[in-house]
């Protein structure tokens, strides 16, 4: 096969990197006969194309469409890049997909979208209608004038129409539409498709053109996609089933005419577990119960019923936990508040059934619904209408569906019943929230799967394997990895024995002197930028200042809230700084450091989640489910770590000449530790090739060892520091 045969002529660039040709290959094979793939390949090594590339074939060959998603803003960057330079060498149409409240121009939500689209239509239709007759009776009159007796007969029907859509018209001049979406109906709009396919555009490119012309680019772009060879798209398009269906009608495609590629795909877990995860506030209770106030429906009273009692139960199952001083401390992120039994119901539901009295839970909720589900549709004519500004939404129609999913589904396997608080910043006021947390990630992914084509899975961490396939619901996948294909000279990975972070040990001032005095002379030993992830936010203050204090290098610290890109821009332009954040931001994956952005990074401690008891349900359900007593916590909670830990990693090192230590601070990553710290040792949990590859090493000999390596690559400006 010459290289402009098959999948080779989308590849874009001159030449594969080693290994890259080999998994095109592979993948190639594996899409052809529809099977998954799950591929871990390390940072900078062409992931995206190795699965692009083959993928865009299997799609020429068989006539699909392949779909490539992320969660990560800065992929979705990466694969425009991708596709634009792939259509330099091969012609195919690619578009970039995201939702409606990204690109609508008059900021207006999904139902207020769909009413005004359809009213909008409606006018359209009734004003071309009209046209249509008017031109119908002048032909007719013409004819009749010239003495076709028949003529006259067919032109007075006719007009008898035309006055029919005269009235029809004038009801509907009074109701909402959309200017933009009427230009889309009115106007040629080949001119848009044209310019959409001639490169590969983003939802903002599609969203400055089309207000230039006064068009509606979101109901454009829809109306574009169906047969495209491409499409870049965020998780939930995919995640979500309600929307996926939708999608794929859009695309003019069934679900097995799909490949999909996840990227970062040890990232689909949490987001399928969040796409199914239902939630319903103290304020939409509060809402409902206001609207069943102000109806006289006679099926309003067994509504409020229901829901008033689900909504005092709420209320008192959150008041009954607080402590001394726990009301005064919720502050404005939702805090979860223990409402599980061993063996029994959850608190919310005893009291909600403790509370309720009435002829049954089950009639009055049907009555609620039923009783929602006209109120919406008045809403919508409402709207239609013209008789309200907005689109409003029927507030009894989401609690009454909560409730019965809460009562129906509350016990259901992988299901998890949470309560949660939250202190709003404006009135000072607590209220909650009632949520059925979904722990099981494959109920959701698993039927995905089952319906498309074939998918890949890739991520620089998605090892083992067996846990991904086990926990995402694959059938016989196809697994490969692919390590750093970059000299390994040029890099030197240590595992520093210093005291274990456990969370009991953090405020041991022995403890931090070792940690801080080793991040220091890690920091001083770097000929540029170090990078330094922690737990959370709070240990990477804490060291920061403690860097501070004794060094006369820039400490950045990255705190919730603040713009990411701004602090990476200042950081990446200056020289010998530090960096300190939480491995759980947003630094840690999908942001690369390039070249001399930095050449140290380091891990301070093993960055285990907050185990609380929604991690705990967690880890019981995945117990439960693969039949295995430590399955959870290794499933749960070890493995996601350390994939964090080496996304962490892969943040330097990102082409064949980049030269840069990567240092594991704490006992627990080293070989040494097994013996005594016993399960808590991690260093087994780190793939083979990446173990091999770990230096132990004591903390006073890291600055010796890393001052050896710099100074042996000549990667000082000048004599190196004094050890």
């Known amino acids: 096969m010459s290289e402009t045969d098959g999948y080779?002529?989308?590849?874009?660039?001159?030449?594969?990197?080693?290994?890259?040709?080999?998994?095109m290959d592979r993948i190639h094979n594996s899409l052809t006969r529809g099977q998954n793939v799950v591929f871990e390949g390390a940072c900078g090594t062409g992931k995206t194309l190795s699965s692009l590339v083959p993928a865009l074939e299997v799609a020429r060959e068989q006539d699909k469409t392949v779909v490539i998603t992320t969660n990560v803003h800065q992929q979705m960057r990466q694969f425009v890049a991708e596709a634009r330079a792939i259509t330099r060498e091969e012609s195919i149409r690619a578009v970039v997909f995201k939702g409606k409240s990204s690109m609508c121009h008059i900021d207006v939500g999904y139902e207020e979208c769909q009413a005004?689209?359809?009213?909008?239509?409606?006018?359209?239709?009734?004003?071309?209608?009209r046209e249509q007759l008017e031109r119908r009776q002048r032909e007719l009159l013409a004819e009749s004038q010239d003495g076709d007796g028949s003529a006259a007969d067919a032109r007075s029907a006719v007009m008898d129409e035309l006055e029919d859509i005269e009235e029809r018209l004038e009801d509907l001049e009074?109701?909402?539409?959309?200017?933009?979406?009427?230009?889309?109906?009115?106007?040629?709009t080949d001119d848009f498709f044209g310019w959409l396919f001639k490169d590969v555009r983003t939802p903002d490119d599609i969203y400055d053109y089309a207000e230039g012309q006064q068009l509606c680019g979101y109901e454009l772009l829809k109306e574009g996609i169906e047969g495209v060879d491409l499409v870049v798209c965020n998780?939930?398009?995919?995640?979500?089933?309600?929307?996926?269906?939708?999608?794929?009608?859009?695309?003019?495609r069934d679900p097995e005419d799909v490949i999909a590629v996840?990227?970062?795909?040890?990232?689909?877990?949490?987001?399928?577990?969040?796409?199914?995860?239902?939630?319903?506030?103290?304020?939409?209770?509060?809402?409902?119960?206001?609207?069943?106030?102000?109806?006289?429906?006679?099926?309003?009273?067994?509504?409020?019923?229901v829901l008033s009692a689900f909504h005092r139960a709420l209320v008192e199952t959150y008041e009954d936990s607080f402590g001394f001083g726990n009301r005064e401390a919720i502050g404005e992120n939702w805090e979860d508040v223990s409402i599980a039994n061993e063996g029994r119901k959850d608190d919310l539901t005893l009291e909600f059934l403790q509370r309720?009295?009435?002829?049954?839970?089950?009639?009055?909720?049907?009555a609620a619904m039923k009783l929602g589900q006209d109120l919406d549709e008045q809403y919508e004519e409402a709207y239609r209408e013209g008789e309200t500004a907005t689109r409003t939404e029927c507030q009894t129609l989401q609690a009454a569906g909560f409730v019965s999913a809460w009562m129906a589904e509350g016990s259901a396997e992988g299901l998890y019943p949470v309560v949660s608080v939250t202190r709003d910043a404006g009135t000072d006021e607590i209220y909650g929230r009632a949520e059925l947390y979904s722990c099981l990630p494959r109920q959701v992914t698993g039927r995905l799967f089952d319906e498309i084509h074939a998918t890949v899975l890739m991520s620089a961490t998605i090892q083992p394997f067996d846990v991904t396939e086990n926990v995402l619901g694959l059938e016989d996948a196809v697994s490969m990895a692919y390590g750093l294909q970059f000299p390994e000279a040029n890099r030197r990975t240590y595992a520093v024995e210093t005291p274990p972070l456990f969370s009991s040990?953090?405020?041991?001032?022995?403890?931090?002197?070792?940690?801080?005095?080793?991040i220091h002379d890690a920091v001083r030993m770097t000929p540029g930028n170090t990078l330094a992830f922690f737990p959370n936010y709070g240990e990477a203050s804490r060291y920061a200042d403690r860097v501070a204090s004794r060094s006369d290098r820039t400490v950045y610290v990255d705190e919730p809230g603040q713009s990411v890109e701004d602090l990476r821009k200042q950081f990446v332009a200056d020289d010998g700084a530090v960096l300190c954040t939480s491995l759980w931001?947003?630094?840690?994956?999908?942001?690369?450091?390039?070249?001399?952005?930095?050449?140290?990074?380091?891990?301070?401690?093993v960055p285990y989640p907050h185990l609380d008891d929604r991690a705990e349900a967690v880890q019981e359900a995945y117990d439960a489910a693969f039949d295995g007593t430590d399955t959870g916590w290794r499933y749960a909670v070890e493995i996601p770590t350390i994939r964090k830990t080496r996304q962490a990693l892969g943040r330097v090192i990102r082409s064949p000449d980049e030269v840069g230590v990567r240092a594991l601070l704490d006992r627990r990553y080293s070989r040494q530790a097994k013996p005594d710290l016993g399960k808590y040792s991690v260093n087994g949990i780190f793939p083979h090739e990446e173990r091999e590859e770990l230096i132990d090493i004591d903390p006073g000999k890291l600055k010796f060892a890393m001052r050896n390596f710099y100074g042996d690559h000549g990667a000082y400006d000048g004599e190196p520091p004094a050890p």
């Open 8 to 23: 080779m002529r989308f590849f874009p660039y001159d030449r594969p990197y080693e290994n890259q040709r080999e998994a």
């Open 505 to 518: 040990d953090r405020d041991d001032p022995a403890v931090q002197e070792t940690v801080t005095e080793t």
């Open 235 to 252: 998780y939930h398009h995919l995640l979500d089933s309600t929307i996926r269906e939708q999608f794929f009608r859009w695309l003019g």
């Open 174 to 188: 009074d109701q909402n539409v959309c200017d933009y979406y009427r230009n889309n109906l009115t106007q040629d």
């Open 585 to 605: 931001g947003t630094l840690a994956e999908g942001v690369s450091f390039d070249g001399d952005d930095a050449h140290t990074v380091l891990v301070v401690g």
């Open 262 to 305: 996840f990227d970062e795909a040890h990232n689909v877990e949490d987001a399928a577990r969040e796409h199914a995860t239902r939630t319903c506030s103290e304020r939409t209770f509060d809402s409902a119960l206001d609207e069943l106030a102000d109806s006289d429906d006679p099926r309003s009273e067994d509504a409020a019923n």
């Open 356 to 366: 309720y009295s009435g002829s049954g839970i089950d009639d009055d909720l049907e």
């Open 116 to 129: 005004l689209r359809d009213n909008t239509r409606a006018v359209v239709d009734a004003e071309q209608d």
